[in-house]
T-cell receptor, first 113, second 111 residues
Framework: KAGVTQTPRYLIKTRGQQVTLSCSPI?????VSWYQQTPGQGLQFLFEYFSETQRNKGNFPGRFSGRQFSNSRSEMNVSTLELGDSALYLC????????????FGEGSRLTVL | GIQVEQSPPDLILQEGANSTLRCNFSDSVNNLQWFHQNPWGQLINLFY???GTKQNGRLSATTVATERYSLLYISSSQTTDSGVYFC?????????????FGKGITLSVRP
């Protein structure tokens, strides 16, 4: 059974650009959530999607957005990149969301220059 | 929101030693998971343990939900156990899909 797949694994962008990250959950999982990890702030919740609907959103500016498709694959987008957006972005997959066990992908490491 | 505190922040062990990692949380939880973050950044599931005790090889975990803490035990540690261990919870009365993480415990096992 395939795990959670995130692409791309590594990317470098410059300030002001935008980026789109993709996450394919474990087959059958309908919940996808996104987390940002930085050395200063640790692991922080961005948002969660379930059956194409955003159910919950963390405390991030509107430059961070996401969506989920009918096959449960999810994308997150960050517009007008800032240096502080450099981070490891992790995607988690689950059957029902936070109440059940969540499984994480390998992450997408974004560097903003 | 719920607070998650892990202790100790750093732990250095000699190979073969045992250790206990602690996670305290400030409110009732629906979900508690322990993860090991590998050097490439992936969070590896160790235990899903909102309550009770589980064992998996040299690792075991206990969560006492009524007293709001969880313990991760590592026995006969190996150098491959090195890395960062995270505890994460979902608050029972909050948004039911958000994991709140502790700051992690950095474990170094020396040969």
């Amino acid at each position: 059974k395939a795990g959670v797949t995130q692409t791309p694994r590594y990317l470098i962008k410059t300030r002001g650009q935008q980026v789109t990250l993709s996450c394919s959950p474990i087959s059958g999982h309908r919940s996808v959530s996104w987390y940002q990890q930085t050395p200063g702030q640790g692991l922080q919740f961005l948002f969660e999607y379930f059956s194409e609907t955003q159910r919950n959103k963390g405390n991030f500016p509107g430059r961070f957005s996401g969506r989920q498709f009918s096959n449960s694959r999810s994308e997150m987008n960050v517009s007008t990149l800032e240096l502080g957006d450099s981070a490891l972005y992790l995607c988690a997959s689950g059957w029902t969301g936070g109440i059940g066990e969540l499984f994480f992908g390998e992450g997408s490491r974004l560097t903003v220059l | 929101g719920i607070q998650v505190e892990q202790s100790p922040p750093d732990l250095i062990l000699q190979e073969g030693a045992n250790s206990t990692l602690r996670c305290n949380f400030s409110d009732s939880v629906n979900n508690l998971q322990w993860f090991h973050q590998n050097p490439w950044g992936q969070l590896i599931n160790l235990f899903y343990i909102p309550s009770g005790t589980k064992q998996n090889g040299r690792l075991s975990a206990t969560t006492v939900a009524t007293e709001r803490y969880s313990l991760l035990y590592i026995s006969s540690s190996q150098t491959t156990d090195s890395g960062v261990y995270f505890c994460a919870v979902v608050e029972k009365n909050g948004a039911n899909s958000k994991l709140t993480f502790g700051k992690g415990i950095t474990l170094s096992v020396r040969p």
